[in-house]
């Protein structure tokens, strides 16, 4: 049963996010059908606003609107399953609970981003034998500049919108919840109440209260760690939102909540390594936007190898030609698609497009292809036409290389400062060994102080004993 409702959780986030990208695509078919035909797709359509840039906001709304429906699912579903494992104590119940709802609410906020990162437009094929779903749907693309942009867009909306509607929630909440409380008491009751009694009938916490506020920045913690090379503001809108959610938790807890019970906790228990592990997983994640999602190794690799000889033609190192390179020729006769067949008097003499071609209905489709095929593959009538060419494993190569280097120079600083900088300083585990060696002195001492009490009662005993004995009886 419990196999069944996680598979079906997952099955369900798969769901949304293949729901997410009909979304787009349909968008997209609508804009290509209802705008002129000299519309090459990067022409606004208001001021500042262009179809892909309006297909990615109204996306990622949508986006983050199912997340949030889809966390108050998977909440009662965690908090469920832990229910049925019966935990002996407290602290493995909140263990318990804590890796489950950090699964869940992982795979339902980071999904979208991990595909749109790492996997939007890396299997859409090329111009003439395009990437199908199911034989029929085409496959999701990347504009022209790729899609970091879009990735920041989607980080940007899901996780200010989460701060934003946590604050609200955590302020409106308590607070509507204890005005209608006051509203069903009887008028004027309160001015003769005493205020421990007021109090009483605040909100009351509960067990949970602060597994939320742990979750909530663990969640915010995986958002400016894991996709921080497509967002570098987000460390910073993050200290702003904390500094607030600060002030916010206080006038929460001190107004609208009873007084806690204090609890003794060793640690924070399964954050611990949840917040190591995310550590160690954003180092692969920005590592591998870096240099798969970003431009930067296709440029680095052009400037210093394929802008001059042996396969560029220029004298010093350049970006001159950088782009030209990145465009792969195609034959418009090698469309499979049916609806070019009858179309070569559209075209007429043309037998190849490349970007920036505007003519008529057709070759706007034909700029559509272009625009998004950025690859590097052999040209028609070459031996291995439309086969990777030479930059393309160049580039492949030096992507995997960025990526082992930067993890290994990562990890290396991270071992070499945690064992500069450890956890407890030499100070505090002298005190500490020190208030281990006068707790042990301080039971050594009572024990033997015991074991004399005791002996010494033990002794008075058998010398009465010893007398009673010894004493002549009287007859």
């Not at 579903?77 to 950090?102: G, H, W």
């Not at 437009?121 to 199908?132: I, R």
């Not at 999602?293 to 000889?309: A, E, G, K, N």
Request: glycine share 6%; proline share 4%.
């Amino acid at each position: 049963m419990l196999l069944f409702l996680l598979c079906f959780q997952i099955l369900l986030i798969i769901a949304s996010v293949i729901g997410i990208i009909v979304y787009r695509l349909s968008v997209m078919i609508a804009f290509s059908r209802k705008l002129p035909n000299a519309f090459n797709g990067t022409d606004p359509i208001q001021k500042l606003l262009t179809p892909q840039t309006a297909t990615t906001i109204t996306a990622s709304i949508i986006s983050f609107i199912i997340i949030m429906i889809l966390n108050m699912i998977y909440e009662k579903v965690a908090i469920m399953i832990t229910n049925f494992e019966l935990p002996r104590t407290q602290t493995d119940y909140e263990n318990s609970l804590t890796m489950k709802m950090f699964l869940f609410q992982f795979v339902n906020y980071y999904s979208s981003c991990f595909y749109i990162a790492f996997f939007k437009g890396k299997f859409v094929g090329y111009p003439g034998d395009p990437v199908y779903w199911l034989g029929k749907y085409r496959n999701e693309e990347c504009e022209p500049g790729g899609c970091l942009l879009e990735l920041t867009t989607q980080l940007t909306i899901i996780m200010g919108g989460k701060a934003i509607w946590n604050n609200i929630q955590e302020v409106l909440l308590p607070w509507v919840m204890n005005l209608i409380g006051r509203c069903g008491t009887v008028s004027g009751a309160e001015k003769i109440t005493p205020r421990w009694e007021q109090d009483y009938h605040l909100q009351l916490m509960g067990k949970l209260g602060l597994f939320y506020e742990y979750l909530e920045m663990i969640i915010q913690f995986g958002f400016v760690t894991l996709f921080v090379a497509s967002f570098p503001l987000a460390p910073l809108l993050a200290l702003v939102n904390n500094i607030l959610e600060i002030r916010v938790d206080a006038w929460k807890m001190t107004t609208q909540y009873r007084r806690m019970v204090p609890e003794k906790a060793q640690d924070i228990g399964a954050w611990q390594p949840i917040m190591q592990g995310i550590a160690i997983l954003a180092v692969v994640t920005n590592a591998m936007i870096i240099a798969f999602t970003s431009d930067m190794i296709p440029r680095l690799v052009y400037y210093w190898s394929f802008s001059v000889p042996p396969y560029g033609d220029h004298v010093h190192h350049t970006m001159a030609g950088y782009i030209n390179n990145t465009l792969s020729v195609f034959s418009i006769s090698d469309f499979k698609d049916k609806s070019y067949e009858n179309s070569d008097a559209e075209f007429g003499n043309l037998t190849t497009c490349r970007q920036y071609l505007i003519k008529k209905h057709y070759l706007l489709t034909c700029l559509h292809f272009v625009s998004r095929y950025r690859d590097f593959r052999y040209p028609p009538g070459h031996p291995q036409q439309y086969k990777h060419n030479i930059y393309y494993w160049h580039v492949i190569a030096a992507k995997l290389a960025f990526i082992i280097v930067m993890e290994h120079f990562i990890y290396s600083v991270k071992f070499f400062i945690s064992y500069a900088i450890p956890d407890v300083s030499k100070s505090t585990k002298s005190k500490i060994k020190r208030e281990k060696y006068l707790t042990q002195k301080l039971l050594h001492e009572n024990h033997l102080k015991d074991m004399t009490k005791n002996w010494g009662v033990i002794a008075e005993r058998m010398v009465g004993v010893i007398d009673n004995n010894l004493r002549p009886k009287l007859e």
